[in-house]
């Protein structure tokens, strides 16, 4: 079983659409969350972390399940330049805080 | 402030030959990550440096790979005999050490191709 799980897509919406990601991962003991953004050819960059409480940054909503050992994104009012590939991403002691990727999920938003 | 750089950004070189990518991380970070992305798989990790020192090297497939960071500035991973299944995009990546949640910067990537 790998350690980070995300439905690769693709996601086709239209503009202003509201789309959810999820992922799962494996390892119980595992410490903090984030979500990457990478575009095509492109390098991951960080989207935001994941906290416990849920947290907010605009339009992306992102929060963590520790029991069910599940994180989501939220993304309102879809634009255009959110076409990119989300990357789920899991880190903690036990990897020695390296980052364990998820393969990511696609998304394309269309006019 | 320079982001994480990363030479060359694409390499072609044929099986069976050597080749250098190399990192300078951010100014002040002591972490530095090496990943890598094959078609179609997700980002995996190589191996991890704490200033000068390897931290973490259990993601480094073979002994063909090898990495050092002397004086824990820039590093260098060196493919060497280079085979057919080592294609795909190296990451390098930094952070601060001192809180090991923080943000991870990457650089854009070596994509390497072995013909």
């Known amino acids: 079983r790998k350690e980070v799980e995300q439905d690769p897509g693709p996601f086709n919406v239209p503009e202003g659409a509201t789309v959810a990601f999820n992922c799962t991962y494996s390892n119980s003991a595992s410490q903090s969350f984030f979500w990457y953004r990478q575009d095509c050819r492109k390098e991951p960059k960080l989207l935001m972390s994941?906290?416990?409480s849920g947290n907010e940054d605009g339009r992306f909503t992102a929060q963590l399940n520790r029991a069910s050992q599940y994180i989501s994104l939220l993304i309102r009012d879809s634009k255009l330049s959110d076409s990119a590939t989300y990357l789920c991403v899991v880190t903690g002691w036990n990897s020695g805080y390296a980052l364990n990727f998820g393969k990511g999920t696609s998304l394309l938003v269309t006019p | 402030e320079a982001g994480v750089t990363q030479f060359p950004s694409h390499s072609v070189i044929e099986k069976g030959q050597t080749v250098t990518l190399r990192c300078d991380p951010i100014s002040g970070h002591d972490n530095l990550y090496w990943y890598r992305r094959v078609m179609g798989k997700e980002i995996k990790f190589l191996l991890h440096f704490v200033k000068e020192s390897k931290q973490d090297e259990s993601g480094m497939p073979n002994n063909r790979f090898l990495a050092e960071r002397t004086g824990g500035t820039y590093s260098t991973l060196k493919v060497q005999p280079a085979e057919l299944e080592d294609s795909g995009v190296y990451f390098c990546?930094?952070?601060?050490?001192?809180?090991?949640?923080?943000?991870?910067?990457f650089g854009q990537g070596t994509r390497l191709t072995v013909v």
């Open positions: 990546a930094s952070s601060h050490l001192r809180d090991r949640s923080t943000e991870a910067f």
């Open positions: 994941v906290y416990s």
